[in-house]
């Protein structure tokens, strides 16, 4: 089993519909999450960070983490083709001492006008 | 402006050569990865370092190399002995292990 599962898509919506993407885990030791957009042959971007439980919100994003279900969410609100891209999802048991991240392998998300 | 710089954005390599990847930050950050990335793969850890002076192996570090002489600085040579170099490499920071990490704009290596 996998560290961290993510549904590779691709996920095809309308211009303007909210987007859901998620990913599950194993370990119950992951306390710091992120959500990258990587564009074609571009390095992943940093859109969220969360530590531990909750909801983040920023602009258009929100990031929301359950970790008594090992589940974690990102929504995209008033989607824009700007939008389409891969979404990664990491993981990690802390911010010191080597705590490595795990990563997703994406979900690819194509957003039409 | 701060960041991730990796050079140069595309490479080729005739097989049987060693090539070395850039990979220069100027986030004063402590830690700096190495990820390889392959179609409908997920980033895979080749080497990562802690601090100056310091690097780790990760999960596929076999056929690569790394030095960590500089803060700023974390070059990656891949060599003769990596059986399969064609990849998109990327070049990571974070101020320390398992923070939030930053990432360049990727090296395609392509052997021809």
């Known amino acids: 089993q996998k560290e961290v599962e993510q549904d590779p898509g691709p996920l095809s919506v309308p211009e303007g519909a909210i987007v859901s993407l998620n990913c599950t885990y194993s370990n119950s030791a992951f306390q710091y999450f992120m959500w990258y957009r990587q564009y074609s042959r571009k390095g992943p971007e940093l859109l969220m960070y969360t530590y531990s439980s909750g909801n983040k919100e920023d602009g258009r994003f929100t990031a929301q983490v359950d970790k008594s279900s090992k589940y974690i969410s990102l929504f995209i609100r008033d989607s824009q083709p700007s939008d389409s891209a891969t979404y990664l999802c990491a993981m990690s048991a802390g911010a010191y001492n080597f705590n490595k991240f795990y990563f997703g392998s994406g979900t690819k998300l194509n957003v039409k006008p | 402006d701060g960041g991730i710089t990796q050079s140069p954005k595309y490479l080729f390599r005739k097989e049987g050569q060693n090539v070395t990847l850039s990979c220069e930050q100027n986030?004063?950050?402590?830690?700096m990865y190495w990820y390889r990335q392959d179609p409908g793969q997920g980033l895979r850890l080749i080497y990562y370092?802690?601090?100056?002076?310091?690097?780790q192996k990760g999960d596929i570090a076999e056929g690569y190399s790394v030095s960590r002489e500089k803060k700023e600085s974390f070059p990656l040579t891949v060599t003769s002995a990596q059986k399969n170099p064609t990849a998109f490499y990327l070049c990571?920071?974070?101020?320390?292990?398992?923070?939030?990490?930053?990432f360049g704009q990727g090296t395609r290596l392509t052997v021809v």
């Open positions: 986030l004063n950050h402590d830690a």
């Open positions: 370092s802690q601090i100056v002076n310091d690097f």
């Open positions: 990571a920071s974070s101020i320390s292990t398992g923070a939030e990490a930053f």
